[in-house]
């Protein structure tokens, strides 16, 4: 099965920095890279996802960077904000089947 | 709105007794999940179901049951519970159907249900 790795485990930044998670997956047929952002006590909810067929992928702060020579897909967060604290997920799916998650990444936004 | 609910939220039970969690969803999904979320361990798949008469077991199946009883209910059973099934189990659906774009994947949570196996 799909093994999918993700670090760090816990991220601090100052307000305004950027923030970077990093994933990476073992299975070639995967082709679906979801990232999910589940605030204290919520729910997790989808923010970004990427498809096997396009590279990079941007929505206002956040993008998603997919290498899938190399088995590895990135979050980049610019100019982060306190409300951006939360934990991340990554996922891999091959055809938005079965989907492997992440271990996931706290992520601290200090004002 | 359309949404996912899990019952109970929260439960304290002891070992070797039966527990069910329950998800109904008003989506109109056809895919139903169950995840378990332990700390540093992310996300586990338990079982899935793509629709009624289909039931698939995850990374994590041992000691759980399922059942889909309707489109909408999806059930999970731990049948004789253990200290180690303490966790925040997810409910989760997502949508095959396409319509005139690529299904999406995306993946819609309840709002958990916490188990505490004493």
């Known amino acids: 099965g799909e093994n999918v790795e993700q670090h760090p485990s816990t991220l601090s930044v100052q307000e305004g920095d950027s923030a970077v998670i990093k994933c990476t997956y073992s299975d070639s047929a995967s082709n679906y890279f979801p990232w999910y952002k589940q605030e204290l006590g919520k729910r997790p909810q989808l923010i970004i996802d990427?498809?096997?067929?396009?590279g990079e992928k941007k929505d206002q702060r956040i993008a998603v960077t997919l290498n899938k020579t190399a088995k590895h897909f990135s979050l980049h967060i610019t100019e982060t904000q306190p409300e951006d604290s939360a934990v991340y997920f990554c996922?891999?799916?091959?055809?938005?089947?079965?989907?492997?998650f992440g271990t996931g990444t706290s992520l601290t936004v200090i004002p | 709105d359309a949404d996912v609910t899990q019952t109970p939220r929260n439960r304290i039970t002891k070992t070797g007794k039966r527990i069910m969690l329950e998800c109904s969803q008003t989506k109109g999904h056809d895919r139903m999940y169950w995840y378990r979320q332990d700390p540093g361990l992310g996300l586990r798949l338990i079982y899935y179901?793509?629709?009624?008469?289909?039931?698939n077991k995850g990374e994590i199946s041992d000691g759980y049951s399922v059942s889909r009883q309707a489109q909408a209910k999806f059930s999970l059973s731990l049948e004789s519970a253990i200290p180690n099934q303490t966790a925040l189990y997810f409910c989760?659906?997502?949508?095959?159907?396409?319509?005139?774009?690529?299904?999406?994947?995306?993946?819609?949570f309840g709002e958990g249900s916490r188990l505490t196996v004493l």
């Open positions: 996922a891999a799916s091959n055809t938005g089947n079965q989907f492997y």
């Open positions: 989760a659906t997502s949508d095959r159907r396409t319509s005139g774009r690529a299904h999406t994947g995306e993946l819609f």
């Open positions: 990427i498809r096997s067929n396009v």
């Open positions: 179901s793509f629709d009624v008469k289909d039931i």
